[in-house]
């Protein structure tokens, strides 16, 4: 079983940045590629950005390209988000998740999910 913790969210103003980690936990970890999702009030939960378990590979939303970026640190089972130039619009419950071997950006490509942490931006 594999237990992921987020954590960093919080209140921001607009333009402001904020880092966003997943801890992974629970069993041995290898080629495992990592998700960060998001979900607004009254919205489906969207995909954010991934990236590889070698970290070579990543991708984003175009929302959110050139503000935010994803990174990994293998040796903490650890990945972040870092966001950037915060917009009223990125509001939302931040939700990482991984997956055994490559990259997705689908959800339901996702093994195991973490409860999410709440990022809100004041304009």
């Known amino acids: 079983q594999v237990q992921l913790v987020e954590s960093g969210g919080g209140l921001v103003q607009a333009g402001g940045s904020l880092r966003l980690s997943c801890a992974a936990s629970?069993?041995?970890?290898?080629?495992?590629?990592m998700g960060w999702f998001r979900q607004a009030p009254g919205k489906e939960r969207e995909f954010v950005a991934h990236i590889s378990w070698s970290g070579s590979r990543t991708s984003y939303a175009d929302f959110v390209k050139g503000r935010f970026t994803i990174s990994r640190d293998n040796a903490k089972n650890t990945v972040y988000l870092q966001m950037n130039s915060l917009k009223p619009e990125d509001t939302a419950v931040y939700y990482c998740a991984l997956k055994w071997g490559t990259t997705a950006q689908a959800m339901h490509e996702y093994d195991y999910w973490g409860q999410g942490t709440q990022v809100t931006v004041s304009s």
């Open positions: 629970g069993r041995t970890f290898s080629n495992y590629a």
